[in-house]
C-alpha cells in the first residue's frame, strides 16, 4: 500500500511539472499572439528610432530592417562619436568586422526592446517560468508573471541575461526586470502608451519609478508586403 501512494504521489508530481511547463508555454503564446505575432509575417519593412534619456545623457538610434532579407540600415553615433549612416545583413556575429558588431550589437538591443514579445515564439533556446501570482515591481499590483531566461550556451551579445515580465489581464507586458547577465538584481520598468501598427502592438514608452530613466520609440512605421 505504502509504495503505491508514493507511486501515485511521484506520477502526480511528474504531471504537476509537466503541466507547470505547459503553462509557460501557453502563456508565452498568448502574449506573441497579442502584440501580433501572427501578422509578422505580412511585414515588408520596419522603421522606427531607438529613443533613451537619462540625468545626463540622450541617444537617439535610427533604424530601417526588411525582415524578410535582414537587411538593416542604421543611422546614428559611431564608434568615434560621428554620426555615421551604415548598411548590412544581420543575423550572425562578425568578430573581424568591429563596425558591424559595434552596429549589430546596437540593433539587436533595440530590437529586442521593440519587439521582444515575439521573441517569446522566434526564441527557441530560452527557458520559461510562469507563476500565476505575483506582485509587479513598480504598480505593487499582483498578476501573472513570465521568466525568460536565455542560458549562457545560447550565445548572442548578451549570454545569461534574465526578464521578468509582468503580464496584465489583456496578455499585455505592463512591467518587467530586466537582469543583465543573469544578475541578482535589475532594472524595473514600465511599457505603456501602447500603439498599433499595421496589426503589431507596440509599447512606445518604458519609465522606472523616479523618472530618472526613459526610453521610447518614435519615427514608427511599419509597411506590409
Not at 511547463?21 to 531607438?50: M, P, W
Not at 543575423?91 to 521582444?116: C, E, H, T
Not at 549562457?152 to 496584465?168: C, H, K, N, R, V
Not at 500603439?195 to 530618472?212: A, C, L, R
Request: net charge positive; with cysteine; proline share 3%.
Amino acid at each position: 500500500m505504502k509504495n503505491k501512494l508514493l507511486l501515485i504521489l511521484a506520477l502526480m508530481v511528474a504531471v504537476s511539472i509537466e503541466a507547470f511547463s505547459q503553462t509557460a508555454d501557453q502563456v508565452a503564446k498568448k502574449i506573441a499572439e497579442a502584440y501580433g505575432i501572427n501578422n509578422f509575417n505580412k511585414v515588408k519593412s520596419l522603421a522606427f528610432t531607438f529613443n533613451v534619456k537619462t540625468k545626463d545623457r540622450t541617444i537617439a538610434r535610427n533604424w530601417y530592417w526588411k525582415p524578410s532579407t535582414n537587411k538593416v540600415t542604421y543611422k546614428g553615433q559611431g564608434k568615434d562619436g560621428k554620426i555615421i549612416t551604415y548598411s548590412y545583413v544581420t543575423g550572425s556575429i562578425d568578430k573581424n568586422d568591429s563596425l558591424k558588431s559595434y552596429v549589430d550589437a546596437r540593433f539587436i538591443n533595440d530590437q529586442y526592446w521593440l519587439l521582444f514579445p515575439f521573441h517569446l515564439n522566434w526564441d527557441k533556446k530560452a527557458e520559461l517560468q510562469y507563476f500565476a501570482k505575483k506582485f509587479f515591481p513598480i504598480s505593487k499590483k499582483a498578476a501573472g508573471c513570465l521568466i525568460v531566461k536565455y542560458p549562457p550556451s545560447a550565445g548572442g551579445y548578451t549570454p545569461g541575461d534574465i526578464f521578468e515580465l509582468y503580464i496584465g489581464k489583456d496578455n499585455l507586458i505592463h512591467e518587467w526586470i530586466y537582469r543583465a547577465g543573469g544578475k541578482k538584481n535589475g532594472s524595473a520598468l514600465t511599457w505603456e502608451d501602447y500603439k498599433n501598427f499595421n496589426g503589431i502592438n507596440i509599447s512606445t514608452m518604458h519609465n522606472v519609478q523616479d523618472k530618472s530613466f526613459k526610453l521610447w520609440f518614435s519615427d514608427i512605421k511599419i509597411d506590409l508586403k
